[in-house]
């Protein structure tokens, strides 16, 4: 099971505190860093305010090596689809190949209402987030040549006779692109827009039951739609909170403003043999990779600490 770290940055966090868990993450080993595409926090003031996803990815493309970037997931109301393109592909280059492209439908009115960005009623979401797959994909996958142009005529977005540059290094998605991560709770829609667009599907923060079955819906619609089933990367998303010893785990938790036992109850919490187990749980649900949601940034013994005891184990 490949381990990777997950941050929530509009919960307050610098551009500094995420290239230090980044670069930490990158020495210890983890697949990958993934940061939230949110601009308002979910409590709490957010001091110093939020960092831009995209933004903050094109300088840790610039100061880290090896380890992949991504977002986990970018709202596909915050930006237009070309636009977006030519920022993650621009990124990818930067990173000589190494960034994920986690797009969803956006869901959290507030932070929309904070910064003047519309944000229209559920269908039309993903209506648009389809669109912007369809249409970012295309861009990438479009051939370079004098006269060749991409043209798309969607609903809500249309391209007439786009060079659909700048190409990202990685030529290597199911569309001829970035990796492309979907992922959500939906039991009919996001299923199928993952066997369309997806190399990977993500269930965030779910049970293992219930992760086993929407992989099984997602098994389905990747088959349904002519593809292998073993062609997805099937991932989760958990809460981490891990002590060498009970109080190390009763500090951590405190220091996240959240409880041990329900951490215990809904993450990856506890021991490191705790914590092991559960994910071992997981992997019988068929996880092949989890975004391990790191909250108190400054801690940076705690991903040591997962890497030295946990990591090596799964």
Request: charged share 25%; with cysteine; hydrophobic share 40%.
């Amino acid at each position: 099971m490949e381990l990777r770290i997950f941050t929530e940055p509009q919960q307050g966090a610098t551009y500094d505190d995420l290239l230090a868990v980044a670069a930490t993450a990158e020495e210890l080993g983890f697949g990958a860093f993934f940061r939230s595409d949110h601009y308002l926090a979910m409590g709490g003031d957010g001091l110093p305010g939020p960092t831009d996803a995209w933004t903050t990815l094109a300088g840790l493309a610039r100061e880290t090596r090896s380890i992949r970037l991504g977002t986990l997931v970018t709202s596909a109301t915050f930006r237009h689809p070309g636009p977006l393109a030519i920022q993650v592909a621009q990124v990818d280059q930067m990173s000589n190949g190494r960034v994920e492209l986690g797009l969803g439908a956006g869901w959290f009115s507030a932070e929309h209402e904070a910064y003047g960005i519309p944000f229209p009623a559920t269908g039309e979401r993903f209506d648009r987030l389809e669109e912007q797959l369809e249409l970012i994909t295309g861009l990438w996958a479009n051939p370079v040549g004098e006269g060749v142009g991409y043209d798309f005529a969607g609903d809500h977005y249309q391209v007439k006779s786009s060079p659909g540059l700048p190409k990202p290094v990685q030529r290597g998605g199911l569309r001829g692109g970035v990796p492309v991560v979907i992922g959500g709770h939906g039991k009919k829609r996001t299923p199928a827009l993952a066997a369309a667009y997806a190399d990977e599907f993500n269930v965030p923060f779910a049970s293992a039951e219930d992760v086993a079955t929407q992989f099984g819906r997602v098994r389905a619609a990747v088959e349904a739609a002519g593809r292998s089933a073993a062609s997805m990367t099937y991932s989760a998303a958990l809460v981490v909170c891990v002590g060498a010893d009970e109080a190390e785990v009763e500090r951590r938790a405190a220091a996240i403003g959240r409880e041990k036992d329900e951490l215990r109850e809904n993450g990856v919490a506890g021991t490191p043999d705790e914590a092991v187990a559960r994910l071992a749980t997981y992997a019988e649900a068929g996880v092949e990779r989890v975004y391990l949601q790191v909250l108190d940034l400054a801690d940076l013994d705690h991903l040591r600490l997962l890497a030295a005891e946990v990591m090596p184990r799964v």
